[in-house]
């Protein structure tokens, strides 16, 4: 069974600050993916990275995948009350059609 | 704009009764799954469908039953409902395989059940 282990769990930091979120499995997959979910709704994606050590920017996020395709990280510049979420990475596998979710990192923006 | 249309979108349960949670597409995809996600422990596929008339497990099927009759619709059904089963429950939709880099997911907006 593939695990993706997420840290922190929990995150609160004030506007501005800048955070990281990891994302680590011990197996290998063809892709990752991150997701942001607010209260009541469902995951949205935000980025898929799908070549060991890619990276990706978007605005104020940055998400990189680790070199062996195992881990994961988004940054997240100067943060703002409106990146507040759970933040869910997830696991792709060709020839495999069971997307791995992380546990997921809930993060708190306080203005 | 519908989307991926889930309902209904709160219920409770009495232990062994059964129900059906419907959801719906109308972006005329192919692969469809139902996800039940508990705190801690992020989003577990139930049973996922890759076309019409094709379905398969996931992680946690014990429980529940699918079909995939249209390309449309992907019902998930509670057979015998139990306390365990208590969840937020998400439907999800995509054009190409999951695993596909450049493949965009699509989520409903989520079943909230409670077995009492």
């Known amino acids: 069974t593939q695990l993706l282990e997420q840290s922190p769990q929990f995150l609160s930091i004030q506007e501005g600050e800048n955070l990281t979120v990891y994302c680590n499995s011990s197996s290998v997959f063809s892709s990752l993916q991150w997701y942001r979910q607010e209260p009541g709704e469902g995951p949205v994606l935000l980025v898929t990275v799908v070549t060991g050590g890619e990276v990706k920017k978007l605005k104020r996020l940055t998400f990189q995948f680790g070199d062996a395709r195992k881990d994961s990280s988004l940054h997240i510049t100067a943060a703002q009350p409106g990146d507040t979420g759970l933040y869910l990475c997830?696991?792709?596998?060709?020839?495999?059609?069971?997307?791995?979710f992380g546990t997921g990192t809930r993060l708190t923006i306080i203005p | 704009n519908a989307g991926v249309t889930q309902t209904p979108k709160f219920q409770v349960l009495k232990t062994g009764q059964s129900m059906t949670l419907q959801c719906a597409q109308d972006?005329?995809?192919?692969?469809m799954s139902w996800y039940r996600q508990d705190p801690g422990m992020g989003l577990r596929l139930i049973h996922y469908?890759?076309?019409?008339?094709?379905?398969d497990q996931g992680e946690v099927p014990n429980g529940y039953n699918v079909s995939r009759s249209t390309t449309e619709d992907f019902p998930l059904r509670l057979l015998s409902a139990a306390p365990s089963q208590t969840s937020v429950y998400f439907c999800?939709?995509?054009?190409?395989?999951?695993?596909?880099?450049?493949?965009?997911?699509?989520f409903g907006e989520g079943s909230w059940l409670t077995v009492v």
């Open positions: 972006m005329n995809h192919e692969y």
């Open positions: 469908s890759v076309g019409a008339g094709i379905t």
């Open positions: 999800a939709s995509s054009y190409a395989p999951t695993g596909l880099g450049g493949n965009t997911i699509y």
């Open positions: 997830a696991g792709g596998d060709f020839g495999n059609e069971k997307l791995t």
